[in-house]
């Protein structure tokens, strides 16, 4: 699930017009750009072909192959050799992907319907993945159109001019990806074009099609073309789309253009928007062949995955000090707290609980351990319990509150999140610790000792005041430290945690006064 979510992303509009590109038309394609969070876009794995003239290209054998076509191919291509069909969507596996593979193999558009941070946009990105590497183009078309099937009036005049000496270029996958977020100032020009007033000054008539400057949608031709939010958009707006998802052409001030797009249309929403802000028109829904809804990762293990996948902890430390290390038990904890205030009957469930809620409460316990480490003079940064609560003030905008509205929201709304994450610590230490005789830990404090933490006491402080440690080894194997790895920064992870799960399971008194923790009998 994509932590890059709602920003929209699409290929520049090209500054060049229709009539100028007639007349140079056999410039080079722009620089391939990619696509954030889209599959395979960080670079070709392999060259593209040797083609660069139409001739050349059919003699190759090449067939031209409509996009849907080319994704269900692919798709099987995946599923006969046991792979991932759309690799990093994590808690999809039983559930959403094979409704989302059925539509793909039906030919179908489709609709992802779900809550906020459920992974919409990262699902949509990925199926850039099942594309060709390579498709050939027309050098300078703005609609990418196949050379051996050309559908504008400047493709067929080039063909008709240069013959088989037609310039051909190739396209890489993550150029054949265009996004746009539904907003209210959306225009039918955005989304499919316009007549351009300086092409028909120049003298055409308002009839030529090449007048048109074509919108995302046509320029996303052979593509996929996503549409984030679709109930924002406005219901006049979504009428434009009505033709390109049936009869895949365009209409434009008054005359129709022919243009038998080849595209996967892509929307997402969120169920909420159906009574709160808008809705996806009912010719507009009917047109979409599939509905697919998404969910918040079932399993905790899951939700372990995602985070351990999306969280950027390793690239958080500074000069001179080594990525920090985040223990699967505060991992667990932050998981265990997300699905806790996602349950939880004071939250608004109909807003849900994004998965960025979790992977930046990850991020902010590691920058605090980075923090402590930069201070501390620590060798390695090592994320503690103490780090914990720097999660709450940081994540409380992430969630939308039921019943909000008095004085003393605030103040209630952190009393809540704080006693959210005591419960998470509870049940983490409950599921790794149950067995684990810790009462040599705890006759440490018989003799009315007392040991201080903080989020800025160093490991070494804070094992100085426990010496000995009976069955440290057994406490740090249980945690996961393997054996012979230990540091004192994982240990004294490790006997935190033990100390705040002995406090929890009331074998402890805890009194904490600023960013001091004293722990005592």
């Given amino acids: 699930m994509h932590t890059d979510g709602d920003r929209a992303w699409a290929p520049e509009s090209s500054a060049i017009g229709l009539g100028e590109r007639s007349r140079e038309g056999l410039r080079s394609r722009r620089p391939r750009r990619t696509v954030p969070g889209v599959t395979d876009a960080a ?4 060259p593209s ?17 409509p996009v849907k076509a080319e994704i269900r191919a692919n798709l099987l291509a995946r599923l ?13 596996e039983d559930t959403v992907l094979p409704e989302v593979e059925r539509a793909l193999i039906a030919g179908h558009d489709l609709v992802l319907l779900g ?15 099942l594309l060709d590497e390579w498709t050939p183009v027309l050098t300078g078309s703005e609609l990418n159109e196949h050379p051996l099937a050309p559908i504008s009036v400047w493709a067929h005049r080039q063909i008709a001019e240069h013959g088989d000496a037609t310039p051909v270029g190739w396209l890489h996958r993550s150029e054949r990806f265009g996004e746009k977020l539904a907003t209210p100032d959306t225009s039918v020009g955005d989304l499919i074009g316009d007549v351009d007033p300086i092409k028909v000054a120049e003298g055409r008539t308002l009839g030529d099609p090449e007048t048109v400057h074509y919108g995302l949608v046509p320029r996303t031709n052979r593509g996929i073309f996503s549409v984030n939010e679709l109930p924002d958009l406005a219901e006049r707006i979504q009428v434009a789309l009505l033709n390109v998802l049936e009869e895949r052409d365009i209409q434009i001030r008054g005359y129709r253009v022919r243009l038998p797009l080849d595209l996967l ?16 028109i009912t010719p507009l829904k009917d047109r979409f062949g599939a509905e697919v809804r998404t969910h918040y990762p079932i399993e905790l293990a899951d939700e372990i995955r995602l985070l351990h996948q999306e969280a950027q902890t390793s690239a958080l430390g500074g000069d001179g000090l080594t990525a920090p290390l985040v223990p699967e038990h505060l991992v667990e904890i932050v998981a265990r707290f997300t699905r806790l205030v996602r349950e939880s009957t004071h939250v608004d469930q109909r807003s849900g609980v994004s998965a960025r809620f979790a992977i930046a409460g990850l991020e902010t316990v590691a920058a605090s351990a980075v923090r402590r480490a930069a201070i501390a003079g620590e060798t390695r940064p090592v994320a503690r319990v103490v780090d914990l609560p ?11 509150f039921a019943d909000s509205g008095s004085d003393n929201d605030d103040d209630r709304e952190l009393e809540i999140l704080d006693h959210l994450l005591r419960q998470a610590t509870a049940q983490t230490f409950r599921a790794r610790c149950a067995g684990l ?16 933490s903080g989020e800025l006491v160093s490991a070494p402080a804070l094992l100085g005041q426990l010496g000995t440690i009976p069955k440290l080894a057994e406490l740090l194997g249980r945690l996961g430290v393997p ?21 929890l399971t009331r074998r402890l008194a805890k009194d904490t006064d600023g960013g001091r923790t004293i722990y005592g009998a």
């Fill in 483 to 503: 054996e012979g790895e230990h540091s004192a920064e994982q240990a004294a992870a490790a006997v935190e945690f033990a100390l705040e799960g002995l406090y």
């Fill in 43 to 46: 670079g070709p794995t392999t």
């Fill in 49 to 65: 072909p040797a083609a660069t003239t139409l001739g050349e290209l059919r003699a190759s054998g090449a067939t031209p192959r």
């Fill in 265 to 280: 249309l892509v929307a997402s929403a969120n169920p909420e928007d159906y009574t709160n802000r808008g809705r996806i």
């Fill in 80 to 92: 006969g050799r046991g792979e991932p069909s759309l690799p990093g969507m994590v808690g999809f």
């Fill in 437 to 452: 005789d810790l009462t040599g830990l705890q006759e440490h404090f018989t003799g009315g000792e007392t040991v201080e």
């Fill in 115 to 129: 809550e906020r941070g459920q992974g919409k946009t990262r699902l949509i990105r990925t199926l850039v993945g």
């Fill in 390 to 400: 720097s999660v709450v003030p940081a994540s409380r905008g992430k969630v939308e």
